[in-house]
């Protein structure tokens, strides 16, 4: 219950990364393929490509359950241990963020050779394909761009509804049953949007006793993006 002298109280986000909690559809399902063949991996390593909130950072949680990996962010692997890290299978997220930062590239760079040399597989992450990165150590750049790379898109309907109700999950919210194929229908197609207008929906619902219905739906969608003429109610 909520009383004039009672605030509601934000409950905690929980994100879920176990494979259950990943949806597949047609959109994202040759990445979650080419990660599952891990084994197989040309020279044992993979770039997963996607935009923000794509769910790389749920694949390499995903993987890391499955092969025992760990998963370290690239950016302060210049005071990390690489011969530790490099003792089993290993991610690294957002290879870009140390573009320029030579003193890791070069452990990002000692690390690809150790990993691969003890024959464990190599994962890494990034909004971005390897092409785009712009590394100083020419050595690393082009063992990146010539790794397999693994793209998660922007999601279709399928995807865009299952992202939606993981995202309100994890907030512990429930929303009306029109909600989600209302906001499928109006919202831009992108993950980040959909983490947006979550949120929104989220801070919002605290104040309604309704909670998240069509309504408040329409009208986060219309104040986080200017609406097409007459958004239907």
């Given at each position: 219950m909520t009383g004039p002298d009672q605030l509601p109280l934000p409950?905690?986000?929980?994100?879920?990364l176990g494979r259950e909690d990943y949806f597949v559809s047609r959109s994202n399902g040759l990445a979650v393929a080419l990660m599952d063949d891990w084994r197989n991996w040309p020279n044992r390593k993979l770039v997963?490509?996607?935009?923000?909130?794509?769910?790389k950072t749920h694949l390499a949680h995903v993987w890391a359950a499955e092969t025992g990996a760990v998963i370290v962010p690239a950016k302060g692997l210049e005071t990390a241990d690489i011969p530790a890290l490099a003792n089993g299978p290993l991610c690294v997220e957002d290879v870009p963020a140390i573009a320029g930062d030579r003193p890791a590239e070069e452990a990002l760079f000692h690390l690809h050779n150790l990993t691969l040399a003890q024959g464990q597989p190599l994962m890494v992450t990034a909004q971005?394909?390897?092409?785009l990165w712009p590394l100083v150590i020419p050595d690393l750049k082009s063992r990146m761009e010539g790794t397999q790379t693994a793209t998660l898109p922007n999601p279709d309907d399928t995807l865009l509804s299952a992202v939606?109700?993981?995202?309100?999950?994890?907030?512990?919210?429930?929303?009306?049953?029109?909600?989600?194929?209302?906001?499928?229908?109006?919202?831009?197609?992108?993950?980040?949007?959909?983490?947006?207008?979550?949120s929104a929906l989220d801070a919002h619902a605290m104040t309604r006793p309704k909670g998240i219905t069509r309504a408040l739906a329409r009208e986060v969608l219309s104040r986080l993006e200017p609406p097409p003429p007459n958004l239907p109610e």
């Amino acid at each position: 219950m909520t009383g004039p002298d009672q605030l509601p109280l934000p409950l905690p986000v929980r994100p879920a990364l176990g494979r259950e909690d990943y949806f597949v559809s047609r959109s994202n399902g040759l990445a979650v393929a080419l990660m599952d063949d891990w084994r197989n991996w040309p020279n044992r390593k993979l770039v997963l490509v996607g935009p923000h909130g794509a769910g790389k950072t749920h694949l390499a949680h995903v993987w890391a359950a499955e092969t025992g990996a760990v998963i370290v962010p690239a950016k302060g692997l210049e005071t990390a241990d690489i011969p530790a890290l490099a003792n089993g299978p290993l991610c690294v997220e957002d290879v870009p963020a140390i573009a320029g930062d030579r003193p890791a590239e070069e452990a990002l760079f000692h690390l690809h050779n150790l990993t691969l040399a003890q024959g464990q597989p190599l994962m890494v992450t990034a909004q971005t394909p390897p092409a785009l990165w712009p590394l100083v150590i020419p050595d690393l750049k082009s063992r990146m761009e010539g790794t397999q790379t693994a793209t998660l898109p922007n999601p279709d309907d399928t995807l865009l509804s299952a992202v939606l109700a993981k995202l309100l999950a994890d907030r512990q919210c429930v929303p009306a049953p029109d909600v989600i194929p209302y906001l499928v229908r109006h919202m831009p197609r992108s993950f980040a949007m959909a983490r947006e207008l979550v949120s929104a929906l989220d801070a919002h619902a605290m104040t309604r006793p309704k909670g998240i219905t069509r309504a408040l739906a329409r009208e986060v969608l219309s104040r986080l993006e200017p609406p097409p003429p007459n958004l239907p109610e």
